[in-house]
C-alpha cells in the first residue's frame, strides 16, 4: 500500500536545528584546534543582551534579545575567530570580560 501525498508537509526553510556533528577519534586528531589570540583553546559561553528596537525587531515592538557569545577562559576575551563578521562590540574583544 502506498499512500503518496500523504505525511509530505515539509518545513519550507528546512531543518534550522544545528547539530554537534559527531566526532570520531580520527577526526579529532585531523582538525584543527580553534584557538583565541592568546592561545588559549578552552571557551565558555556568556550572553550578550542587545536591546531590539520596535522597527527592526521581527515582532514588532522593542525586545531584549540573549546573544551567546564564547570568552576565552585564559585571557578572558572574545576571540576575533568567534565574530567573523565584526558585530560584538570591540571593547569585549580587547579587555577581560570574566
Ligand atoms: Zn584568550
Known sequence: MNNLGNGQKKNPLGAQAIQAPQLTAEMIKNAANITCECGGMVFSEKLLFK???????????????????????????????????????????TTKVL
Open 51 to 93: 536591546k531590539m528596537s520596535a522597527l527592526i525587531s521581527t515582532s514588532g515592538r522593542e525586545e531584549i534579545a540573549p546573544m551567546p557569545i564564547m570568552v576565552c577562559d585564559k585571557c578572558g576575551k572574545v576571540p576575533q575567530v568567534f565574530d567573523p563578521q565584526n558585530v560584538l562590540p570591540s571593547e569585549i574583544k
